[in-house]
């Protein structure tokens, strides 16, 4: 028993993760209907630019906060530079523009740091915490601590703030919106932004688990749209759950079978989801947006 509560420990560390992505891919799909699969680049970027602020000197806290900035930086740049300009391309070719904005961010990191594997310090004492025949390191417990939190405050954002219920207001009718005096296009740039910081946040929750190299969010960029999907894609609560059922049943699947197949599990649950329950577990997708 002792056996399966780690693994779900590790699961439900993996899957915030996958959650956190996820959770930027559908505030950018709510708010401008584009499915951004560059949000896992934008995570990369968060990590990769701590790991530089660290390198020159600067203490953890500030290279952490500086890495998030520059994450959500990315965001504005990449809306404002490659969205906006092509708002009349098309769902199809607004995907297309944000799979080349990967590539674009994935080859300048390569050229800014190579192809080396980084890594940052962990938050707080490496000293394991054993409950129970259950080892918890301590980063496992800022990495569902901080996710946990920054679910909470996106629910009162979107619910308390004139920002956040702007934000809604664009992602379900943005021509009532604009005759309401909202500014849609100012309202899609933050939500660009605000899913920038939202992946540099997973990014430096995540390097001092495992290592951060230029490539590190072409896989977890697609684990995080799994998360969406599976958990509805335009629904935040989905999101957070399909990316910790994601990452327990990767983590079951590394325990009791094999490691080797742990990342074929998103691509089943993906099928599955598609074909059984098109709409996710929370039915976030709407007919007109399929």
């Known amino acids: 028993m002792s056996e399966f ?12 993760m996958y959650g956190l992505i996820g959770l930027g891919i559908v505030l950018v799909y709510n708010a401008s209907h584009v499915v951004n699969f560059a949000q896992g680049d934008l995570m990369m970027v968060g990590g990769m ?14 290279a952490l ?5 520059v994450g959500g930086l990315s965001g504005l740049l990449m809306f404002k530079f490659t969205i ?14 944000t799979l080349g904005v990967g590539m674009v961010l994935r080859g300048a990191a390569e050229l800014a740091w190579g192809q080396r ?35 909470i405050l996106l629910a009162y954002f979107f619910s308390r703030s004139l920002t956040g219920k702007a ?3 664009t992602s379900l009718d943005r021509d009532a919106a604009i005759l309401m005096g909202i500014n849609t296009s100012r309202m899609q740039l933050f939500s660009f932004g605000l899913a920038g910081l939202l992946g540099a946040v997973a990014g430096v929750l995540i390097a001092p688990i495992a ?15 799994v998360a969406a999907v599976l958990g509805g894609l335009g629904s935040f609560r989905g999101a957070l759950v399909g ?11 590394a325990g009791y079978g094999s490691s080797d197949y742990k990342d074929a599990i998103a691509y089943l649950l993906i099928v599955v989801i598609l074909i059984f329950m098109p709409r996710g577990i929370f039915g976030g997708m709407s007919g007109e947006r399929v």
Do not use: C
Not at 65 to 69: A, D
Not at 214 to 224: I, N, P, Q, R, S
Not at 243 to 253: D, I, P, R
């Open 65 to 69: 906060v500086g890495g998030v900035l």
């Open 49 to 62: 630019s701590a790991v530089a602020l660290l390198s020159a000197g600067l203490p953890l806290p500030v």
């Open 211 to 225: 290592f951060t190299y230029a490539a590190a969010g072409l896989m977890l960029g697609l684990k995080g749209f």
């Open 117 to 151: 594997f980084y890594s940052l310090p962990t938050f707080s004492d490496n000293e394991t915490i054993r409950i129970g025949g259950v080892t918890l390191v301590p980063q496992s417990l800022w990495v569902m601590g901080i996710a946990a939190v920054v679910v």
């Open 167 to 169: 934000i809604v207001a």
């Open 243 to 253: 990316g910790l059922t994601l990452g327990v049943a990767e983590s079951m699947m």
């Open 5 to 16: 509560f780690q693994y779900l420990i590790t699961g439900l560390t993996i899957g915030s």
């Open 84 to 97: 906006e300009p092509a708002r009349g391309a098309g769902p199809l070719g607004l995907v297309i523009i």
